[in-house]
């Protein structure tokens, strides 16, 4: 019996380096920072593999990869060799933002192919390990060299800070006139303007045509607990691993969901590994969202594998990077989302608030269209939308009171009940309106728990808000 190495290799910091750029230039920055991430950690696989010898792939995309080696003295000292001397090239380049965790578990190999029990054992324990790593990063270069971390350093005359990145050197070269950055950041907005000769996307800004912005950030669901129940050989983990690798490559999504990407108004920045980061006209912006989410469903949703989000809407001018920072709140809250006191997750934030893919988003847009079609089509006012959302903001604070352990205040059902049937009586010879306003006030907005479908009912009208208020702006040119 053959005792082996699962080695796996995961770089840490690649959101927090991706997204923090500067305003100018976001676009090829970014496009360069996240190709510059995948170089990065394929020639560190090709490193090892070379050094190594004979492994056994398992996987590599991305921010990690998983190979098989034999277990010898000699290949444990090239990983933790190579391991050291990549986290010094990345302190030097990037002052901590960026550090690789490259581990090792042993295992008897009793069968090459591997089965479901070993393969589920292995995953969980290199991700352990990967979290001892994360606990003590740099430690090594802490032993080898502390005054560099903590001791204070002289300041020299010629530093300056770099537009993007916020790190001082005295080595900082210009570009356009417009910002002076490290070297490496040249590159990667160089790289990134290559790419955008060949992508065919656009400044951040000129998704918007002057309405709102948004930035969604997704991410899948279930991977870790896919891994952690294991596979019944490597050749069905590979088979699971590559189809779910092809999936997210940006020129997949783009022709999976191509009836909604538009991408005179959607960019799809990023798309690597299981994760996903667009920016564009924001109501553009939630179809491509729901889209991405319908076809992951196709494809994984047997599996047990899902894909939340959270998108943030605003200005353009907005720093690039606070709404990378915010729309990653957003798609964590999508995340932590439960039901019944039970984390469900594959759901979405909007409008900052979370629901469910799976029963809630249907019935939010369905809402919406009918709140457009009737302002729109049948001149009812908007004035419908403010007050019902003025409303939900008493069921909010019944919430927050409950918390804090103050009393409730359930006056906003009968001015509700009282609102919606005053409205009805504005629009006697309306039938549609009249039965609409009826259907809220008796059927939709008190039923189920904890008003959940007031709730709903509320981000509905947010969403119409907004479509209209586009619609006014385009109507005014």
């Not at 991305?62 to 010898?72: C, L, N, P, V």
């Amino acid at each position: 019996m053959s005792k082996k190495l699962f080695v796996g290799g995961d770089l840490s910091g690649i959101q927090k380096f991706i997204y923090n750029i500067s305003s100018k230039k976001a676009a090829v920055s970014l496009r360069g920072r996240s190709s510059s991430v995948a170089e990065y950690m394929e020639n560190v696989y090709q490193k090892l593999k070379g050094s190594i010898g004979q492994i056994q792939e398992i996987y590599h995309s991305g921010g990690k990869f998983y190979f098989i080696a034999d277990d010898t003295e000699e290949n444990r000292r090239i990983i933790n060799d190579i391991s050291k001397e990549e986290n010094k090239y990345l302190w030097q380049e990037h002052y901590g933002i960026l550090s690789i965790n490259i581990a090792f578990v042993s295992f008897d190999e009793e069968n090459p192919n591997g089965d479901k029990k070993t393969i589920g054992k292995l995953f969980s324990s290199i991700t352990q390990e990967f979290n001892k790593l994360k606990q003590k990063k740099f430690k090594d270069l802490l032993l080898e060299d502390y005054n560099s971390f903590f001791e204070v350093q002289k300041i020299d005359a010629d530093l300056r800070v770099c537009d993007v990145t916020g790190i001082e050197s005295k080595h900082l070269v210009g570009i356009d006139g417009e910002l002076h950055v490290l070297p490496s950041v040249k590159e990667q907005i160089e790289k990134g303007e290559e790419l955008k000769k060949v992508e065919e996307f656009k400044n951040f800004s000129d998704y918007a045509k002057g309405s709102y912005f948004g930035v969604l950030r997704m991410d899948v669901d279930g991977l870790g607990k896919r891994f952690a129940d294991g596979f019944d050989s490597w050749s069905e983990y590979s088979e699971f691993s590559n189809r779910l690798m092809v999936f997210f490559e940006s020129k997949v999504i783009e022709s999976r969901v191509k009836k909604i990407l538009d991408k005179e108004y959607v960019g799809l920045m990023y798309a690597g590994g299981d994760d996903i980061f667009a920016v564009g006209r924001w109501d553009k912006v939630i179809d491509f969202a729901e889209k991405v989410h319908s076809e992951v469903d196709k494809e994984f949703a047997k599996e047990g594998i899902h894909i939340s989000g959270g998108i943030v809407i605003g200005d353009d001018k907005f720093p690039i990077a606070k709404y990378a920072e915010l729309s990653a709140e957003a798609e964590e809250k999508a995340k932590k989302y439960e039901k019944d006191g039970e984390l469900k997750k594959n759901a979405f934030t909007m409008f900052n608030e979370t629901i469910s893919w799976e029963n809630d988003f249907a019935y939010v847009k369905e809402y919406k269209n009918k709140f457009c079609e009737l302002i729109t089509q049948e001149g009812m006012s908007k004035s419908i939308l403010h007050q019902l959302m003025m409303y939900y903001e008493k069921v909010k604070e019944n919430k927050e009171n409950k918390d804090k352990n103050k009393a409730k205040d359930y006056s906003y059902i009968w001015h509700t009940a009282y609102y919606l049937t005053r409205y009805m009586e504005r629009y006697d010879k309306n039938s549609k309106i009249k039965e609409f306003c009826r259907e809220l006030r008796d059927k939709e907005l008190f039923k189920g728990k904890n008003d959940e479908n007031f709730r709903l009912i509320a981000i509905s009208c947010r969403w119409a808000e907004l479509l209209l208020k586009d619609k006014e702006k385009q109507n005014k040119k």
